[in-house]
């Protein structure tokens, strides 16, 4: 079992940033792979960006790569994603996802999710 909690949303000016952390319990949370995803008012649910167990494959939505990197710190339990030139079009609920196996962009292969940290861009 793995919880997840994120934190680091808030108001930002567009072209400003934000760096979202996600803390995990377990034991067990340097073999899981770690995902962001995010959702806007009237949207579904969205992939942001996703990391190996061993931060070595990482993976983007086009509409972010470039500008927001995900990392991982494994002795410290947490994930991170830095979002730089944020767009009003980032405004979400951003969410923290795990699972046990190989890393993927597929929403429902992920196991555990956060409760969400909103992240608001202002034009």
């Known amino acids: 079992q793995v919880q997840l909690i994120e934190s680091g949303g808030g108001l930002v000016q567009a072209g400003g940033s934000l760096r979202l952390s996600c803390a995990a319990s377990?034991?067990?949370?340097?073999?899981?792979?770690m995902g962001w995803f995010r959702q806007a008012p009237g949207k579904e649910r969205e992939f942001v960006a996703a990391?190996?167990?061993?931060?070595?494959?990482?993976y983007y939505a086009d509409s972010v790569k470039g500008r927001f990197t995900i990392s991982r710190g494994n002795a410290k339990n947490r994930v991170y994603l830095q979002m730089n030139s944020l767009k009003p079009e980032d405004t979400a609920v951003y969410y923290c996802?795990?699972?046990?196996?190989?890393?993927?962009?597929?929403?429902?292969?992920?196991?555990?999710w956060g409760q969400g940290t909103q992240v608001t861009v202002s034009s």
């Open positions: 996802a795990a699972r046990r196996g190989t890393t993927t962009v597929r929403i429902y292969e992920y196991d555990y």
């Open positions: 377990g034991r067990l949370f340097s073999s899981y792979a």
């Open positions: 990391i190996s167990w061993d931060s070595s494959m990482t």
